[in-house]
């Protein structure tokens, strides 16, 4: 445990603070793997590509990380990483639209590596409903409700077209999950308490085109 560590503190944390925890986690995990024992601030600083101060003042928000001049012991740096971020047990998954998107989601075999388990995959399309892919056999979204009570479904990957984002989420809200990963190109409402997070790579890929039309403009002379 961090001397002086409160869980309380975790909720007020900035967001980039905790995709920075999950990078230096990534880094130890990478580390155990190598078999080293200890890490500086520098070395988890250089690994997850931040300052080594930008490492002390993330830890700092639980309490008191290390021994100062030693470093951090990696295995129980991890730990407590894992801890904070809730990543102590599997996340039961389900995916809702089995389209292409869906169906390459389920296929894809680390997801359970990462502490996460597909239990459970639901579409509309009852041409799709009952075939399988990797772990799960898909259920029609009328099973959605008691599938998730039964299943104790906890998060959602939500795979659907944009038309239908907003009514699938409010489908499995009304089921009792309380996480949902929008792949969906559009934002969708969710009451208090439901955690949505917007994934996107084309929005990825036009950060990507910026930054090389940036590079490519001809550098203008003051005036
Ligand atoms: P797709 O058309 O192949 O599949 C969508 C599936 O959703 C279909 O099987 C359909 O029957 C099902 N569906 C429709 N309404 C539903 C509902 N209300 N409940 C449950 N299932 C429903 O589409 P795709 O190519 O797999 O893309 C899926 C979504 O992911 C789209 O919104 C697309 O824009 C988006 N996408 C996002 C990324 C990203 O990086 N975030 C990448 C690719 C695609």
Do not use: C
């Amino acid at each position: 445990m961090p001397r002086g560590g409160t869980r309380g503190a975790a909720r007020d944390i900035p967001s980039a603070t905790v995709g920075r925890l999950i990078t230096y986690l990534r880094v130890l995990n990478g580390l155990v793997a190598r078999g080293v024992a200890r890490v500086s601030s520098d070395l988890l600083a250089e690994e997850a590509q931040v300052s080594a101060f930008q490492v002390r003042k993330d830890l700092a928000y639980f309490g008191t990380f290390g021994t100062r001049g030693t470093g951090y012991t990696v295995s129980s740096l991890r730990t407590e990483l894992k801890r904070i971020l809730g990543l102590t047990r599997p996340w039961r998954v389900a995916i809702v639209g089995m389209g292409r998107l869906g169906q390459a989601l389920a296929d894809y075999p680390g997801l359970s590596e990462y502490d996460f388990e597909l239990v459970a995959a639901f579409d509309v399309d009852e041409r799709k409903v009952g075939a399988r892919y990797g772990s799960v056999t898909v259920s029609h979204m009328s099973e959605l409700d008691v599938a998730v009570a039964d299943m104790a479904i906890e998060m959602v990957l939500l795979t659907v077209p944009v038309e239908a984002a907003q009514a699938a989420a409010d489908a499995v809200v009304r089921a009792g999950v309380r996480g949902i990963l929008n792949f969906a190109p559009t934002v969708v409402s969710v009451p208090e308490g439901v955690k949505v997070e917007p994934v996107d790579f084309l929005a990825a890929l036009k950060r990507v085109s910026y930054f090389l039309h940036e590079r490519a403009l001809p550098v203008r002379e003051a005036s």
